[in-house]
C-alpha cells in the first residue's frame, strides 16, 4: 500500500520528503513539493494518503472516475 501511494504521488509530480514516527506515536510524512508540507498519520499509508490528497487537491486532479 506504502508503494502504490508513493508511486501516485510521484506520478503526479509531487515529491514527498522523509517519513518518521513522532513524539505523539503518529507517522509524520514531510511533503516537499508542490508545497512544503507535514501530514501525520495513525499509519503510514494513512499519513501518505493525506500527502497525496494535497498532491491532487493542488493539481486539480479528482483521481480515476469511472
Given at each position: ?39 501525520r ?26
Amino acid at each position: 500500500m506504502e508503494d502504490a501511494l508513493c508511486l501516485a504521488i510521484a506520478e503526479r509530480r509531487g515529491y514527498r520528503g522523509d517519513w518518521w514516527i513522532g513524539d505523539d506515536g503518529l507517522w509524520h510524512v514531510e511533503l516537499l513539493r508542490p508545497v512544503r508540507e507535514a501530514f501525520r498519520g495513525a499509519t503510514l499509508a494513512q499519513a501518505l494518503g493525506w500527502c497525496l490528497v494535497a498532491v491532487m487537491g493542488t493539481t486539480g486532479d479528482r483521481g480515476a472516475v469511472a
